[in-house]
C-alpha cells in the first residue's frame, strides 16, 4: 500500500485499505489479522496511525478482539432490515434467502407485573402469555425471542401452528399488527443468552424491545428479541426536517 503523507487523516485511508482487503479476501471472515507489528509494516504507517484504524474498524464492528489473541475479521451481516420498516424475524430471515425455524424453549403462563399491565395499558386481563424461542436461519441460530401476550388473546394450544408470531395473531386471534415502538440498545456478554445462541463472549448482539399495536392503537404483543450482530444490521433513512 502506498500511503500519500502529505495527507490528513491518514487512519482514514488505512481503514479503507484494510476493508479492501477483507473484500478481496486477503483478510478472511472469523480469521486473525496479522499483527500490529506486521501490519504497520505492511501497510507502511506509525503504529499510532494504525491503532487509530483499528480502533475505529472496532467500533464498526468490522473487527473484533479477542483479548489476549488477537484482532478477528467480523462476519458481515447477511440479513438487513430498515429500522422505520416493521417486519417479522420470519420475513427478514426468509428475505435473506435462508430457512426460517423454530424452536421452542419454553412457553408459560405469567401473572403480569404492575409494569407490563402498564405497557399493554390494561387491566382487563388477568395473565400474560410467554414465549421463548431460539430463532434459526438454515438451522443456525440467529435471534432469541421473548414474546408476552395477553392470554386472552393466544392461548397456549395455538403457539405451535405457525412460525410467525405476526401470522399468527392474525389467524387465531384476528389482531393485525399495523406498527411497534421499537428500543434498541447493545447488550454485554449474557451466559445463557450466548450460549443459547452459540457466541463467543466478544461477539455483539442487539436487543429490539418492542410493543406491538394493532392499527386502532391497541398494543397486543411485547417482544424483546436479542439479534446476532453478526447477522443481522439495522438502517434507518434520516432526513432533516422541514
Excluded at 132 to 152: H, S, W
Amino acid at each position: 500500500m502506498v500511503i500519500d503523507s502529505d495527507q490528513d487523516h491518514l487512519f482514514l485511508q488505512v481503514i479503507d485499505e484494510i476493508k479492501r482487503k477483507i473484500e478481496s479476501g486477503k483478510y478472511k471472515e472469523k480469521e486473525i489479522l496479522p499483527s500490529e507489528f506486521q501490519l504497520s509494516k505492511e501497510l507502511d504507517v506509525s503504529r499510532d496511525v494504525l491503532s487509530e484504524a483499528l480502533r475505529i474498524l472496532e467500533e464498526d464492528n468490522v473487527l473484533v478482539r479477542r483479548h489476549g489473541i488477537g484482532l478477528f475479521v467480523n462476519p458481515q451481516p447477511m440479513m438487513s432490515s430498515g429500522i422505520e420498516e416493521l417486519s417479522s424475524v420470519t420475513a427478514m430471515i426468509e428475505q435473506s434467502g435462508k430457512l426460517a425455524g423454530t424452536q421452542y424453549l419454553s412457553t408459560d403462563v405469567i401473572v403480569p407485573t404492575e409494569d407490563e399491565r402498564l405497557k399493554f395499558k390494561s387491566n382487563e386481563f388477568d395473565k400474560l402469555v410467554k414465549v421463548e424461542r431460539i430463532r434459526t436461519a438454515d438451522g443456525e441460530p440467529v435471534v432469541f425471542c421473548i414474546d408476552k401476550i395477553p392470554e386472552i388473546l393466544m392461548p397456549l394450544e395455538h403457539l405451535y401452528q405457525e412460525e410467525s408470531m405476526f401470522k399468527l395473531m392474525k389467524d387465531y386471534a384476528e389482531k393485525t399488527i399495523s406498527y411497534a415502538h421499537a428500543q434498541i440498545e447493545p447488550i454485554s456478554y449474557h451466559e445463557r443468552i450466548y450460549n443459547i445462541l452459540d457466541c463467543r463472549p466478544e461477539q455483539s448482539l442487539l436487543l429490539v424491545k418492542q410493543m406491538h399495536y394493532t392499527a386502532e392503537d391497541e398494543p397486543i404483543m411485547f417482544s424483546s428479541n436479542y439479534f446476532r450482530a453478526d447477522m443481522f444490521s439495522f438502517n434507518v433513512l434520516r432526513k432533516i426536517s422541514q
